[in-house]
Nanobody, 128 residues
Framework: QVQLVESGGGSVQVGGSLRLSCTIS?????????VGWFRQIPGNEREGVAS???????RYADSVKGRFAISKDNAKNTLYLQMNSLIPEDTAMYYC?????????????????????WGQGTQVTVSS
């Protein structure tokens, strides 16, 4: 069973930064799974933010390009999301997710159904 645990969320002012972490059990980060970050506002569908494939290919939603960076530490089985220049529209519950295979979808939008394993989420709140 794959287990994912997020941390690092919190409250920050506009323009601030946060780094989210996601510890993944069973060595899946090092095991070349596709992993990614999603976010969700109550009442809205879950939105893809960024993904990283088993061989390191990264993809981002247009809304976060140039501000967010996804990375992983294979030795620590940990996935990261560095979020800079945060804006109120980034306020959401952030989830990490993993697939069973190496390849990530070509896009990050409307792909939550491709991810089989999910964490419990960590809240990010950006205030002006």
């Amino acid at each position: 069973q794959v287990q994912l645990v997020e941390s690092g969320g919190g409250s920050v002012q506009v323009g601030g930064s946060l780094r989210l972490s996601c510890t993944i059990s069973s060595g899946t980060v090092g095991g070349s799974r596709c992993v990614g970050w999603f976010r969700q506002i109550p009442g809205n569908e879950r939105e893809g933010v960024a993904s990283i494939g088993g061989y390191g290919t990264t993809r981002y939603a247009d809304s976060v390009k140039g501000r967010f960076a996804i990375s992983k530490d294979n030795a620590k089985n940990t996935l990261y999301l560095q979020m800079n220049s945060l804006i109120p529209e980034d306020t959401a519950m952030y989830y990490c997710a993993a697939r069973s295979i190496t390849a990530c979808p070509a896009m990050v939008s409307n792909v939550s159904g491709y991810f089989a394993y999910w964490g419990q989420g960590t809240q990010v709140t950006v205030s002006s």
